[in-house]
């Protein structure tokens, strides 16, 4: 069975930092891209970050220069670090599967939220 | 950068179909993803490559493309079926190479 696990979310000051964990189990993780995917209170879904199998990374740029994706496959394991957070930046952060030829997520993890707040 | 327009809200009684639909340019060239999401709960995949359903999602999902607009339709729908409905194309010309719409809230009366 498909798992992803987030963890590391918690409450930061503006300009702050924060590393975004992501554990995964069941599958073949070395084999997948991965990405987060990121859920302010009461709004829609937003893609933040990618990473595939090769290790090449993508962002949007209202991330990029701040938030780094990467990941350790010996460890089954997706990170994001966020620097600089903005109060926009408060949200629950998804760790999600790439498949569907990479144009899409099958596997979902449950969420882990960062509030960004003084 | 790629844009894809979901009405805000769609309500059905039980038993009818629900048509949640998802616009954008041309968006018939593209493949279409749907995800469902139910109140604090992560998406989940509903419908792939426009008209797909991953196993384990009811054959009473479909969903079809054509020219600027795709469709996700729910026959028979049923009061667990409530939940928020999220479109999705990949497209390299988007600063998001990642665009989901904006969210439909199914009600089912």
């Known amino acids: 069975e498909v798992q992803l696990v987030e963890s590391g979310g918690g409450l930061v000051q503006p300009g702050g930092s924060l590393r975004l964990s992501c554990a995964a189990s069941?599958?073949?993780?070395?084999?997948?891209?991965m990405h987060w995917v990121r859920q302010a209170t009461g709004k829609g879904l937003e893609w933040v970050s990618a990473?595939?199998?090769?290790?090449?990374?993508y962002y949007p740029g209202s991330v990029k220069g701040r938030f780094t994706i990467s990941r350790e496959n010996a460890k089954n394991s997706l990170y994001l670090q966020m620097n600089s957070l903005r109060a926009g930046d408060t949200a629950v952060y998804y760790c999600?599967?790439?498949?569907?030829?990479?144009?899409?997520?099958?596997?979902w993890g449950q969420g882990t939220l960062v509030t960004v707040s003084s | 950068s790629y844009v894809l327009t979901q009405p805000p809200s769609v309500s059905v009684a039980p038993g009818k179909t629900a048509r949640i639909t998802c616009g954008g340019n041309?968006?018939?060239?593209?493949?279409v993803h749907w995800y469902q999401q139910k109140p604090g709960q992560a998406p989940v995949l509903v419908i792939y490559?426009?008209?797909d359903r991953p196993s384990g999602i009811p054959e009473r999902f479909s969903g079809s493309n054509s020219g600027n607009t795709a469709t996700l339709t729910i026959s028979r729908v049923e009061a667990g079926d409530e939940a928020d409905y999220y479109c999705q194309v990949w497209d390299s010309s988007s600063d998001h190479y990642w665009v989901f719409g904006g969210g439909t809230k199914l009600t089912v009366l």
């Open positions: 990473i595939g199998t090769a290790g090449d990374t």
């Open positions: 999600a599967r790439g498949a569907i030829a990479a144009q899409g997520f099958d596997y």
């Open positions: 041309n968006i018939g060239s593209k493949s």
């Open positions: 490559y426009d008209s």
């Open positions: 069941g599958f073949t993780f070395s084999s997948y891209d």
